[in-house]
């Protein structure tokens, strides 16, 4: 039987050519939104929110969310990658706009807090491939990231000497963490305002003696 394209004398594209074709723009940008609005709802309400409600914030049909990320996992894992990736290019970002290390630091912080990367910590603990190669290549450039930050203002005397980038991820993590579900709605809008008390306890010179030992990478990496 003579097919359409044969009588229109149409080509058709090999089968394995279609399967690896990009994809279209308006799919992109769907995947984008719905990565965007589980973000805002995973800090609101925590990362067992109902998927439908993502794909209804996404303005996309459960079918469209569902294509793109088939379960939960798939989806917090590629939220978690967005936030990650996004708040290490926010570091970069802060070494480019200031000459002062230490102005650096703090702008770094301060933006770190916009991309709620403390809502993280909660999609971290959640059941998905916390080893997965992508996961760990993003944190590790966070990491390093967040080292050379600190490495900087500590080497140009800014910084105090008692404390190591853990010291400033874990406080990071901690002052920007959000209360899912939480009555106290705009609580957010002191979150900036904790942060510069937090960054002007580790500017030199210090005014007190640090309990503990300072937190490194290797003790927020120990299980």
Do not use: W
Request: aromatic share 4%.
């Amino acid at each position: 039987m003579e097919t359409v394209a044969e009588h229109t004398g149409e080509k058709t594209a090999p089968a394995a050519q279609c399967r690896t074709a990009r994809p279209r723009a308006d799919a992109l940008r769907n995947r984008e939104r719905i990565i965007a609005a589980a973000r805002e709802l995973f800090v609101e309400f925590g990362p067992d929110v109902a998927l439908d409600d993502v794909a209804r914030r996404a303005g996309v049909g459960n079918a469209t969310l569902y294509r793109n990320f088939p379960d939960r996992a798939a989806l917090i894992h590629e939220v978690v990658l967005a936030v990650t990736s996004r708040t290490t290019l926010r570091a970069e970002e802060a070494v480019a706009a200031e000459s002062d290390p230490f102005a650096a630091l703090s702008r770094f912080v301060h933006a770190a807090a916009d991309e709620r990367v403390g809502a993280l910590c909660p999609m971290l603990s959640g059941v998905f491939d916390k080893d997965h190669p992508d996961l760990l290549a993003e944190l590790r450039r966070l990491e390093e990231a967040v080292e050379g930050l600190v490495t900087r203002a500590m080497s140009a005397g800014r910084l105090r000497t008692d404390i190591a980038v853990g010291d400033v991820l874990v406080a990071l993590s901690q002052l920007t963490r959000p209360l899912p579900g939480i009555a106290c709605q705009g609580i957010d809008r002191f979150t900036h305002r904790h942060l510069q008390v937090f960054l002007d306890g580790l500017e030199t010179p210090a005014r007190s003696e640090l309990p503990g030992s300072a937190a490194t990478l290797e003790d927020l990496r120990r299980p």
